[in-house]
């Protein structure tokens, strides 16, 4: 997370049209005018997680505070905006501590989303974070706050386009300690054109059967930075012979992924060793929704 939203630049991209599967995990169409195709007909395919992490505002009475990432689930009843607890709570989860230089914490959130039937273009919305004075967001039902992952229910939804991480589908690409994986989010608040997700590419780190401080919590090796906090971590494979988590091997003749969790942050600031809220751990918060 980092102060201030560092562009209100363009929130077109490349894309006017495409289609996406969730066994795919890619997206394809036209490349737009805006980023300078190299001809009128280019082509663009596009990996569905770039598309599937949003930038998202924290804001004070009106006033922008900070930034970082979310991505969406579907709720039981609505879908849902995925990200820390201490970017909507404005506090480090550990202490409490305010997070803002001042003073202030966020009343409202702005998402960038993708815009409706227009793959490519993006929307913002603007989401309350509190009723009444209370929280709307959903935590983890054992742990609370010291899993920093929350659920925001999503109802400003008008023209805006989901592609939701499947938490319980999807191909079980085995991942353990030295697999690659990515974090995919906004360091700085850098969008890799329109409003695209950067990708962050790293390795596990720990055994991710294992609790990490007896809390569902792993580690990854990777250079994150501020604006990455809620960021998607998933293992991305290209398709062709892939391991299983059931030992066996797979063939897959397109790009497949696995959502292994959120990303919150490093350990502390000399190190690159990251944390990874595991993907049960939100599935356990969006069952508690």
């Known amino acids: 997370m980092v102060s201030a939203l560092a562009s209100d630049g363009p929130r077109r991209g490349a894309i006017y049209a495409g289609s996406s599967?969730?066994?795919?995990?890619?997206?394809?169409?036209p490349l737009s005018s805006d980023l300078d195709p190299p001809n009128d007909h280019a082509m663009a395919t596009i990996a569905l997680p770039s598309v599937q992490s949003l930038l998202i505002q924290m804001r004070a009475?009106?006033?922008?505070?900070?930034?970082?990432t979310g991505f969406v689930v579907q709720g039981k009843q609505r879908p849902a905006l995925v990200t820390n607890w201490h970017n909507l709570a404005g506090r480090r989860p550990d202490t409490k501590q305010l997070l803002s230089p001042s003073g202030e914490f966020p009343d409202e959130i702005r998402?960038?989303?993708?815009?409706?039937?227009?793959?490519?273009?993006?929307?913002?919305?603007?989401?309350p974070l509190l009723v009444g004075g209370r929280p709307r967001?959903?935590?983890?039902?054992?742990?609370?706050?010291?899993?920093?992952?929350?659920a925001l229910p999503l109802t400003n939804t008008t023209d805006v386009e989901f592609y939701p991480h499947d938490l319980k589908g999807g191909p079980k690409l085995r991942v353990g300690p030295a697999?690659?994986?990515?974090?995919?989010?906004?360091?700085?608040?850098?969008?890799a054109g329109g409003s695209l997700a950067v990708w962050a590419t790293?390795?596990?780190?720990?055994?991710?059967?294992?609790?990490?401080?007896?809390?569902?919590?792993?580690?990854?090796?990777c250079r994150t930075r501020q604006g990455q906090s809620g960021s998607a971590v998933v293992a991305y494979r290209s398709g062709g012979t892939c391991a299983m988590e059931d030992g066996t091997t797979a063939i897959f003749?397109?790009?497949?992924?696995?959502?292994?969790g959120c990303y919150s942050g490093r350990v502390n600031r000399e190190s690159d060793l990251g944390l990874v809220w595991k993907a049960s751990a939100v599935q356990e918060i969006i069952d508690a929704m």
Request: charged share 25%.
């Open 21 to 29: 599967t969730g066994a795919g995990s890619w997206v394809k169409g």
């Open 61 to 68: 009475k009106g006033k922008p505070l900070s930034i970082g």
């Open 111 to 127: 998402i960038v989303h993708n815009r409706a039937r227009m793959l490519g273009s993006w929307i913002e919305a603007d989401e």
């Open 137 to 150: 967001w959903t935590e983890h039902p054992k742990y609370g706050e010291r899993v920093d992952v929350v």
């Open 179 to 191: 697999d690659s994986v990515s974090v995919i989010g906004f360091p700085f608040g850098i969008q």
């Open 202 to 221: 790293g390795f596990m780190a720990s055994e991710p059967d294992v609790d990490f401080q007896e809390l569902p919590l792993m580690l990854i090796d």
């Open 253 to 260: 003749g397109e790009p497949v992924q696995r959502l292994l």
